[in-house]
């Protein structure tokens, strides 16, 4: 068996012939009258009239039978068989075709419509020109593929070759649409916040640093969208959303990836109670236009969506999986106990740190139907408020579904005094050692000054939302070029 160097090479010596013969081998334009999908629609109208028709794709098949040859070429639409003969578009250019024509090559043809024997539609050609040659092949059995990490790095034959992975990236479009609108509908308003800031915030991670020459200055890529869009609460939007890429320099596993798709909205004059019930709307208007219902298929298992959900305090859930009480537990025994557990806490995590990597591994992965937990530590949240009846908690929501943690939010803090003191307590952290801990925003404490009101934030990892939807293990399923250790 030919190597793929060899066969690259053979390829490029027909590329040579067709160079030789005068062909322009890449040429910038095709004269295509119809989409491949728009000939079979309107197959009948060609096929009676005898009208020719332009088509473009890339061959995916061929085979040759005595002076007759036949192809499927396919477009972005559809596909459809071609038919070339010898005695038809004459010797010379028929042996021109086989010689230096191959499986992958974008060609055009003209020619006109019509049934073969066994019903199948074809193009019969009647003159052929090269778009774009391929100089390496097709794999054969890409299916057959072991290696997944291959499919990521080459997502374009992934693309290719298995048609239940293109459809997962249409649906994607499709949800996204679908949230734009019910958001428009509901009188948000879409904006753009910038991906550079002099300062992360709005969430505990570790950001990418990058420097802009034109100031001296380091900059970071943003870990979230949420302060930028406060401010305009501030200035008096009343609602407010955004759409946007989120990064942040983390651990690549199944639910994470370094930089992702993030959907937040700002809502004044709600709190976390509407967010919840807001976002049983947002959810089940979008299950029934996706799928004409409210159940949806994950890894072998239904689930219902029927609101409303479930409401969990965050401290309950955790007593019924570990028995363990985080009201009256210390960070000291708490860190004991995340050991007897298996954990390996670092010297430098807080509480409500070693708290909720207790929580991520043996408490999460077991609520299944849809569900929100309810009113963290504080100490969890600097960026929420906290409860009247039990300070030491905050108006907080996190939806889970399927192990999957798709949004949190809470009813914002507003009072800029408590904000600062939270950011004071979270920059004590960050000179302790713990680099996830959010940073003092100055900038934004004096905005809060101004002013802002009751407001309730939302948050949803799209990438998740898109994993859930699709039956998809991995967010690298349906991120379409995933983050890759290079080779």
């Known amino acids: 068996m030919a190597t793929i160097n060899e066969l690259r090479k053979t390829r490029l010596n027909k590329l040579d012939s067709l160079k030789k013969a005068g062909i322009s081998v890449y040429p910038a334009r095709t004269k295509r009258t119809h989409k491949i999908a728009e000939a079979i629609k309107n197959f009948t109208s060609l096929e009676r009239t005898k009208k020719e028709a332009v088509l473009a794709g890339r061959i995916r098949s061929l085979r040759e039978h005595g002076g007759s040859t036949f192809c499927h070429i396919e477009d972005g639409s559809s596909s459809i068989q071609a038919f070339l003969r010898k005695d038809r578009i004459g010797e010379q250019a028929y042996k021109f075709f086989l010689d230096n024509f191959d499986i992958g090559d974008f060609i055009e043809v003209r020619g006109i419509l019509f049934k073969t024997k066994r019903g199948e539609k074809t193009i019969e050609v009647a003159d052929f020109k090269m778009l774009a040659k391929s100089l390496l092949p097709l794999p054969e059995k890409w299916h057959g593929l072991q290696d997944e990490e291959e499919r990521f790095r080459k997502r374009y034959l992934d693309l290719l070759f298995n048609k239940e992975v293109k459809e997962k990236f249409g649906k994607r479009d499709k949800i996204i649409k679908l949230l734009r609108e019910f958001l428009d509908k509901k009188g948000f308003l879409e904006v753009e916040t910038p991906v550079l800031q002099n300062i992360y ?39 407010v959303y955004e759409m946007g890429r989120v990064f942040r320099n983390e ?123 309810i009113h963290h530590p504080s100490e969890m949240y600097p960026l929420a408020k906290q409860r009247l009846e039990k300070p030491e908690e905050a108006e907080t929501i996190q939806m889970l579904v399927a192990g999957w943690e798709l949004v949190k939010g809470y009813s914002e803090q507003t009072d800029p005094i408590l904000q600062r003191k939270a950011f004071e307590e979270q920059e004590e952290l960050y000179r302790k050692g713990f680099k996830e801990a959010q940073r003092m925003d100055m900038e934004f404490v004096e905005a809060l000054e101004y002013g802002m009101p009751p407001t309730a934030g939302f948050g949803m990892g799209i990438d998740r939302l898109v994993a859930l939807l699709t039956d998809s293990h991995s967010l690298r399923e349906v991120i379409l070029f995933p983050t890759m250790k290079p080779k």
């Open 201 to 239: 915030g709005g969430a505990d991670a570790r950001p990418f640093k990058t420097h802009i020459n034109a100031f001296a200055l380091d900059m970071y890529l943003r870990i979230s969208l949420e302060l930028p869009l406060k401010r305009l609460i501030v200035a008096g939007f009343e609602k």
């Open 251 to 373: 651990g690549v596993d199944r639910q994470h990836n370094p930089d992702f798709t993030e959907l937040e909205f700002y809502w004044a004059y709600a709190d976390y109670k509407d967010m919840m019930k807001f976002t049983e709307e947002m959810i089940v208007s979008l299950l029934k236009q996706l799928f004409g219902k409210t159940k949806v298929n994950y890894e072998g298992r239904e689930i219902d969506f029927k609101t409303p959900w479930p409401r969990v305090e965050y401290g309950k859930l955790i007593r019924k999986y570990t028995k363990l009480d985080i009201d009256t537990l210390n960070r000291n025994s708490l860190l004991k106990e995340a050991k007897k557990l298996g954990l390996a806490p670092e010297d430098t995590w807080s509480k409500g740190k070693v708290v909720d990597e207790i929580y991520k591994k043996y408490c999460r992965p077991k609520v299944w139907e849809p569900t929100f937990v």
